[in-house]
């Protein structure tokens, strides 16, 4: 994520790294509410999330891989945020870039970076090119992170990710 990150602070962007475990995000229930009402009747930091994405210009998601998935906190993220803006008409992320980032093996990845971009698809956002994942160590193998920083390939692919999104958001400003 730093590294997509650091490439799009090079094309003069603008960034924030939010780090999921520091918000109060809970499970949807499936009340239904926020269809009706256009609010979650859930207590907890939703919204402060929804607001981030919708004053962004572009978002990376990025999760670990478990079991060939997004963690559970990515995809509680990706369907508050999802919902809430579904019920309130799906204009406040259209037209956004989004990208993906899977932390993992490759051959563990694709339905994580898949979940990822269907919920870009489901809120109308662009979707941006390359789908990025960086190997790391499995669970109680090793030191994730120094396996993460050892891939050049991933974070070659991140740094491209990064530029990129930050180049197809400065050309689609008008459709915001």
Do not use: W
């Not at 160590?137 to 891939?151: C, I, R, T, V, Y």
């Amino acid at each position: 994520m730093k590294e997509a990150l650091q490439a799009g602070e090079q094309e003069s962007a603008e960034t924030e790294l939010i780090h999921l475990a520091d918000y109060d995000l809970k499970p949807c229930k499936g009340y239904s509410t926020c269809h009706k009402t256009g609010d979650c009747v859930i207590e907890d930091d939703v919204e402060k999330l929804y607001e981030k994405v919708a004053q962004a210009d572009a978002i990376i998601i990025g999760s670990p891989v478990y079991i060939h998935n997004v963690s559970t906190l990515t995809k509680t993220f990706i369907e508050r945020v999802g919902y809430l803006d579904h019920a309130r008409g799906r204009a406040a992320f259209r037209n956004k870039v989004g990208g993906a980032i899977a932390v993992g093996g490759r051959g563990t990845s694709s339905i994580a970076l898949s979940q990822i971009l269907l919920s870009y698809h489901y809120t109308r956002m662009i979707m941006a090119s390359p789908a990025v994942t960086v190997i790391a160590g499995f669970a109680g193998e090793g030191d994730a992170l120094k396996d993460a920083l050892k891939d050049t390939y991933g974070i070659n692919d991140a740094r491209e990710l990064g530029k990129s999104m930050v180049q197809i958001a400065k050309a689609t400003a008008s459709l915001r």
